[in-house]
């Protein structure tokens, strides 16, 4: 709405004409182009991904600090059962935690299936047992880099749509050109109209590209990243009750690791894992 306001709002407050503006042809040209691009280019699933992702690029963040807050203390609670009765006593609670009393207790990470996904599949190999802790946290990090693949695919896709925006705009301009050229002998406002609208298609082209997809793959790339440091902080606390490490230790492993606008105090972490 900013670029929006901003662009045609400064258009119009110089005297310029919204209608001019409208110009369908050029809309054709360049987004139909811009689709082709990206279905020739991009596998059907990965497309797909593409219009989740923009969709996801207008939500919240949901890794907030209220959210590593119950993560923090979903963990502690399934790390201390783990401690006082035995591995195996987390065996239910990792194949069903929609059944599992932990889990349900904190229905923002339950609803969540990328945590919940990641954090069951982690332990579950420390309580099957035979798998030391160097190859489980091995196995998590080849995990952790396939899924920043997999996200990085559609920001990929849609960046290079950007790219080829203002490419397209000139390729409509050029087209009014030559309708223009066609029209040589007529009368000047017909030249003149014919001159704007293949000027809007460049106009088009590059504000397609720098005020709309382009920020909109960055943004795709922030809540992906947000999601991977979630991933990665929650990662270092289960590696490091696998290793061994005592609950509140694993914890603060957990804590080190949130990004720092996110982090709770140590405080805020044990007032609301070992206090409530």
Same mark, same amino acid.
């Given at each position: ?19 001019? /503006?409208?110009?369908? *042809? $050029? ?7 811009? @689709?082709?691009?990206?279905?020739? =280019?991009? &596998? ?99 995990? /952790?880099?396939?899924? *920043? $693949? ?7 896709? @849609?960046?290079?749509?950007?790219? =080829?925006? &203002? ?110």
């Amino acid at each position: 709405m900013i670029v929006i306001v901003a662009v045609f709002g400064g258009y119009w407050l110089e005297n310029g004409d919204l209608d001019v /503006l409208l110009q369908p *042809a $050029e809309f054709v040209i360049i987004w139909g182009a811009a @689709l082709g691009s990206l279905v020739v =280019a991009t &596998p059907l699933p990965v497309i797909r991904r593409v219009f989740s992702g923009v969709g996801k690029a207008f939500r919240a963040d949901p890794y907030n600090k209220a959210f590593y807050l119950a993560t923090l203390k979903l963990l502690f609670q399934l790390f201390h059962k783990g401690r006082m009765q035995g591995l195996v006593s987390l065996d239910s609670h990792v194949e069903r935690p929609g059944q599992s009393d932990i889990f349900r207790s904190h229905k923002t990470v339950l609803a969540n299936s990328w945590a919940i996904g990641f954090i069951c599949d982690t332990l579950r190999f420390a309580v099957t047992g035979g798998v030391p802790a160097a190859d489980i946290d091995q196995m998590v990090e080849t995990d /952790l880099d396939v899924q *920043a $693949e997999h996200n990085r695919q559609p920001v990929h896709s @849609l960046t290079t749509i950007a790219d =080829a925006l &203002p490419g397209l705009g000139i390729v409509a301009a050029v087209m009014g050109i030559v309708i223009t050229m066609g029209s040589l002998g007529g009368p000047p406002e017909e030249l003149g109209e014919k001159v704007a609208a293949a000027l809007v298609g460049t106009f088009l082209g590059v504000l397609t590209c720098y005020g709309f997809v382009s920020p909109l793959a960055e943004a795709m790339n922030a809540a992906d990243e947000s999601e991977a440091a979630y991933l990665r902080a929650v990662k270092e606390g289960l590696i490091a009750f696998i290793k061994g490490h005592p609950p509140v230790v694993a914890m603060e492993f957990t804590r080190r690791a949130v990004p720092h606008d996110l982090r709770p105090t140590f405080s805020e972490m044990e007032r609301r894992c070992l206090k409530s």
